[in-house]
């Protein structure tokens, strides 16, 4: 199982990015996905997560600004970020926890990060 990420970048503040992260591999169905970010010098930090049914949380800070979706189909999540930031730089990593088969136990998985880099 992996998980792709892309469609972080340079972008001047105010700008918008929108990334998407794919689960491929043996999968037989996903639960929470969801979007952390981490800065320099800092931890890890939840940033937004919709479970299967919908459920979303928002960390307080992107809340207003961010929008997470997801397409149980593809096995992706997307993160919009609109009104972006310079605290807002950091890597930003997806996550999925998922299962092989039913009944089987959830596994967490994460992407390989990707940079958002937001300049004032």
């Known amino acids: 199982v992996q998980l792709q990420a892309s469609g972080g970048g340079l972008v001047q503040a105010g700008g918008s990015l929108r990334l998407s992260c794919t689960a491929s591999?043996?999968?037989?169905?996903?639960?929470?996905m969801g979007w952390y970010r981490q800065a320099p010098g800092k931890q890890r930090e939840l940033v937004a997560s919709i479970g299967s049914g919908g459920t979303i949380n928002y960390a307080e800070s992107v809340k207003g600004r961010f929008t997470i979706s997801r397409d149980n189909a593809k096995n992706t999540v997307y993160l919009q970020m609109n009104s972006l930031k310079p605290e807002d730089t950091a890597v930003y990593f997806c996550s999925a926890d998922l299962r092989y088969s039913s009944g089987g136990a959830w596994y967490p998985y994460w992407g390989q990060g990707t940079q958002v880099t937001v300049s004032s």
């Open positions: 591999g043996t999968i037989f169905n996903i639960n929470v």
